[in-house]
C-alpha cells in the first residue's frame, strides 16, 4: 500500500485542470516547493474546495508519485480569509506568493522562505503596518535569504535612520521583522532602497506587482 507523506506549507499558487482538478504549489517545511494534484476539488461538494486557494497554510497528507503529488487530505490551520477583505493587500500578498514561487525550488532547505511569506502574510492581516512597509521589508529580506542581498546602494547618502532600518532587517530573526513603523520619509528611502536591490538582483516581472504599481 503506498504510503502517505505529511507537508506542512502555503500554497502558492493554483491552476485549473480539467473539468474538475487542480493543480497546487505549495511552499513546504520538508521539501522545498513541491507540485500537487487534487483530484475532484472544483467539484461543490469536494473536502478541497476551500483547502485548495492561494494563501492556505496547513498540513497536507500526499501520496507521492514519480513527478508529482496527489493530495489525499489537508488540515488547514489558516486560511488568510483577512487578506481577500480588501483587494489591495490581496495583491501585496499574491506578489509576496510571486516571489516565494520564483526564488523556491524542490528539495531545497526552504525554511526561512517559508517563514518569511508567513510572518509577511500575517502582518498584511493585521493591518498595524503600512503595507508599504511589509513589501519593503518582505523584498529586503528575501533577498537576504537567499544570499543575494548587495547591500545598501552606493552613489547616495541615505539617512542614519535608513540605514539603521536596512541593517535591522538584514540581521533581525524573521519573527522580530514586523515590530516597527517608519516615518514617510524614512519610508520613503527603504522604498527606493528595496526597489534598487531586487531590480539589480531579480530580473523578472511580477504580475501583481505590475498591478500594485498601477493602484
Known amino acids: 500500500m503506498q ?8 500554497i502558492l499558487k493554483v491552476e485549473q485542470i480539467g473539468d474538475f482538478d487542480r493543480r497546487v504549489v505549495i511552499l513546504t517545511l520538508e521539501r522545498g516547493k513541491i507540485t500537487a494534484f487534487a483530484r475532484g476539488a472544483r467539484k461543490p461538494n469536494s473536502r478541497f474546495v476551500a ?7 496547513g498540513k497536507f497528507y500526499l501520496y507521492e508519485g514519480k513527478n508529482s503529488y ?6 488547514i490551520q489558516n486560511y488568510f480569509d ?4 480588501d483587494y489591495l493587500t490581496a495583491y501585496y500578498g499574491m506578489y509576496f506568493l510571486e516571489i516565494s514561487d520564483y526564488y523556491t525550488r524542490e528539495n531545497n532547505d526552504e525554511r526561512d522562505m517559508l517563514k518569511l511569506l508567513y510572518q509577511s502574510l500575517r502582518a498584511l492581516g493585521h493591518g498595524g503596518i503600512d503595507n508599504r512597509l511589509i513589501r519593503y ?3 529586503i529580506k528575501s533577498l537576504v535569504v537567499n544570499g543575494e542581498f548587495p547591500g545598501i546602494p552606493t552613489g547616495k547618502e541615505y539617512k542614519n535612520a535608513t540605514v539603521y532600518t536596512v541593517d535591522f532587517i538584514v540581521n533581525a530573526r524573521i519573527e522580530k521583522l514586523y515590530t516597527f513603523t517608519l516615518k514617510e520619509d524614512i519610508l520613503s528611502e ?14 523578472h516581472s511580477f504580475k501583481s506587482l505590475e498591478i500594485l504599481d498601477t493602484l
Do not use: C
Open 3 to 10: 504510503e502517505l507523506a505529511l507537508v506542512t506549507g502555503i
Open 51 to 57: 483547502s485548495t486557494n492561494p494563501f492556505v497554510f
Open 70 to 75: 496527489s493530495l489525499n487530505e489537508a488540515e
Open 82 to 85: 483577512d487578506l481577500r477583505g
Open 137 to 139: 521589508v518582505f523584498e
Open 190 to 203: 527603504l522604498g527606493e532602497i528595496a526597489g534598487l536591490t531586487k531590480n539589480k538582483i531579480i530580473h
